[in-house]
Structures are given as structure tokens and as C-alpha cells.
């Protein structure tokens, strides 16, 4: 049985940056691609960034059109952890930020549906 637990959410200014981690345990997911999504209030999750399980010597990421150039997922496996660096962050970026991973066979790594695994999140807040 696996579990996430997010860090690094918190209150900063619009064009400010904020570094996210997402620490797991009770199992390895270095096979496992892993995920971040977000939620704002009143609004449905959607994906920000996911970076692939090792792949050779390479890992691989997708991000949301919305983030490309500002955020930057990467994983560490000996620690069991992903992070999402993100940079010039908007008010409209406000939400839960949550940590995904266990992603189903065939599934996307651009759909909530598609893991098993998910941290409670937290909470980045951007003032204008």
C-alpha cells in the first residue's frame, strides 16, 4: 500500500515561485510514471505536469499547455520523491496541488482516472 504526502505549498505573490515535493511510501514507484494535478474550487481537476518512470537513462515529461516554459517536474527514485518547480506563477494558479502515481496500463498520465495512488495536497495560494 502506497501513500503521497505533498510540501512545499504556501502563499506568495503573483510572478513569485514556489517548489512542490511529493514524497512517497510503503512502496517504490520508480516504475510508475507520476503525476500533478490541480484543483481550484468549483472546478474539476486538471493535469500540470507528469514525468515518466526511467526509461533507458532518460526520463520523459508532459506538461499542460497552460505551464509549459514555467513549471519543471523532475523525480528523484533513491528518494522516492517527485518535485514540480514552478516559476512565474499567476492569481489564477491558485489551488490544491496533488501528487499522482500507480498509473493504470493504457491510461494517460494526463487523466485523473488513470492512477491509483493520490496525496492529500496542498495548498498554493497567488496574490495579485
Known amino acids: 500500500q502506497g501513500q503521497l504526502v505533498e510540501s512545499g505549498g504556501g502563499l506568495v505573490q503573483a510572478g513569485g515561485s514556489l517548489t512542490l515535493s511529493c514524497a512517497a511510501s510503503g512502496r517504490t514507484f520508480s516504475t510508475s510514471a507520476m503525476g500533478w494535478f490541480r484543483q481550484a474550487p468549483g472546478k474539476e481537476r486538471e493535469f500540470v505536469a507528469a514525468i515518466t518512470e526511467r526509461r533507458g537513462v532518460s526520463y520523459y515529461s508532459q506538461y499542460a499547455d497552460s505551464v509549459k516554459g514555467r513549471f519543471t517536474v523532475s523525480r528523484d527514485d533513491a528518494k522516492n520523491t517527485v518535485y514540480l518547480q514552478m516559476n512565474s506563477l499567476k492569481p489564477e494558479e491558485t489551488a490544491v496541488y496533488y501528487c499522482?502515481?500507480?498509473?493504470?496500463?493504457?491510461?494517460?498520465?494526463?487523466?485523473?482516472?488513470?492512477?491509483?495512488?493520490w496525496g492529500r495536497g496542498t495548498q498554493v495560494t497567488v496574490s495579485s
Open positions: 499522482s502515481a500507480g498509473l493504470k496500463p493504457g491510461a494517460s498520465v494526463a487523466s485523473p482516472a488513470g492512477y491509483v495512488y
